[in-house]
């Protein structure tokens, strides 16, 4: 191997790239990166060129060698790569707006990963990245694949089911935006923390929380009830829980658990969002804008603060330390998406699932889990029966499938709701969709 490491970033035009860039300069010591290759399409060339010459600043400011390419050509940029990174986002925000939009008007959350928008984010995203998996297996076969690309859970499990590619790692920021969240309640340090994760990529719980070494779960379910450590994303609402609920539950929900044990609420504030034009979709691409026109000042050689206003805060420390912990063989312990391997109960052993691993340089070794609470158990089983069957309409195309996977998502509420939605958002995202619409002229 030639001396260094090629990271190949596909969707490097998006507006996170900054945060991996800077995650990169910080850990160069132990995570030498000679060339970062950032990819793009051509609908995204502007915005490659304009976060493409800030990452080359920020390096050169940095004044570390990484050469920083540009290019639209994910072949040349895949060639002998050691890792390759995806972000992209197919049918770009307009198709994240419809997502979001469309379930709403028929009484249904509207969420990019979950209920109707994440079905349709699958059906768009896993056979653009299933090509991608196919290109590595001829440019780098030994290359590791870092998902991002939501819906994770479901992109890597997707992969690691239907493609040659198995040293892929699905990656989110929501449990190490718990860890801090909870650190910050209780106003100490990150590291002193320790947390239990199992279950699925936006679907994980926090089964026990230790503060150096002890066991403080009770302490924090007692905090989380009383609304002293609401933590949560950017891009979801804080609102609380009932605390005689999350007394019950015993455990930490993630944010995004709020869409189901919160749906009547988050539908009707979601739908005041709608009405006022304020999606998340419509609200990121005002904060896209805004950044990008930041990135374009010469001036600036570092990750502009303003980045924070997104929903994937600490993504570059999750990102890069799991490359650090791969590379170097690191053996510390991160949760990320992979396969079960019969870590937790119940699931298929060749499901990805997201759970605490020890990260090896032959890759993340699950840590047991064995049964989740029961009181759980029945949501996790049931969102991955919905991922399964969304997984099997992504690669096939098939309507009926498309319908079963939103008809038993939890937050559809009849396969008559279902069918309409299905119908109305199989139209709006149809040139993204060639599986289902072959003679149409699509779009990746
Ligand atoms: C969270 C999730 C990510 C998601 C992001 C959306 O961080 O973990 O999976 O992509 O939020 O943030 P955005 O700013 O795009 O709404």
């Excluded at 053996?331 to 992979?338: A, E, G, L, S």
């Excluded at 699932?353 to 032959?362: G, S, Y």
């Excluded at 993340?364 to 969102?383: D, F, M, R, S």
Aim: hydrophobic share 40%; glycine share 8%; net charge negative.
């Amino acid at each position: 191997m030639t001396k260094g490491i090629k990271i190949a970033t596909i969707g490097g035009g998006s507006s996170y790239t900054p945060e991996l860039v800077e995650g990169f300069i910080k850990r160069y010591d132990r995570l030498p990166v000679r060339e970062l290759w950032l990819v793009d399409i051509e609908e995204g060339k502007e915005k490659l060129e304009i976060v493409g010459n800030l990452a080359k600043r920020m390096v050169k400011e940095a004044g570390l060698p990484i050469e920083v390419h540009l290019t639209l050509d994910r072949r040349e940029a895949l060639k002998d790569a050691d890792f390759v990174t995806t972000q992209l986002r197919v049918g770009l925000l307009e198709a994240r707006a419809k997502d979001e939009r469309i379930p709403i008007k028929h009484g249904v959350v509207g969420q990019e990963t979950n209920g109707p928008g994440g079905l349709f984010k699958a059906l768009r995203t896993i056979p653009v990245i299933l090509d991608i998996a196919k290109d590595m297996e001829e440019l780098c076969p030994d290359a590791w694949l870092l998902n991002f690309t939501n819906p994770a859970g479901m992109v890597t499990e997707a992969v690691l089911r239907h493609t040659n590619i198995q040293k892929v790692i699905g990656l989110c920021n929501v449990p190490i935006g718990m860890k801090m969240g909870i650190a910050n309640a209780l106003e100490v340090d990150p590291s002193r923390l320790h947390i239990d994760f199992a279950g699925l990529n936006h679907m994980v719980y926090g089964l026990n929380v230790y503060l150096d070494g002890v066991s403080i779960i009770d302490d924090v379910i007692e905090k989380l009830a009383s609304g002293d450590a609401n933590y949560t994303m950017r891009n979801i609402s804080d609102m609380g829980y009932d605390p005689e609920f999350i007394k019950g539950l015993g455990i930490l929900p993630c944010p995004y658990h709020r869409y189901y044990y919160k749906t009547k609420n988050i539908l009707e504030e979601e739908k005041e969002h709608a009405k006022e034009g304020k999606t998340r979709a419509e609200v990121v691409q005002q904060i896209e804008n805004e950044l990008f026109e930041i990135y374009k000042n010469p001036d600036l050689k570092e990750k502009p603060k303003q980045l924070e206003s997104r929903g994937g805060a600490f993504y570059s420390d999750a990102a890069c330390s799991l490359i650090d912990s791969i590379y170097n063989d690191r053996r510390d312990i991160q949760p990320v998406n992979t396969r079960n391997n019969g870590a937790i109960a119940g699931i298929p052993a060749d499901s990805a699932v997201e759970v605490n691993c020890v990260i090896t340089k032959d890759g993340p070794k699950p840590i047991t889990v064995g049964e989740l609470p029961i009181a759980v158990n029945g949501l996790v089983q049931a969102i991955k029966s919905f991922e399964r069957v969304s997984i099997e309409a992504a690669i096939t195309g098939d309507y009926n499938k498309a319908l079963l996977a939103l008809t038993i998502n939890p937050l559809v509420p009849s396969d008559e709701v279902a069918r309409v939605i299905l119908d109305e958002m199989l139209e709006a995202h149809k040139e993204y969709l060639p599986q289902f619409f072959p003679k149409e002229t699509v779009k990746n």
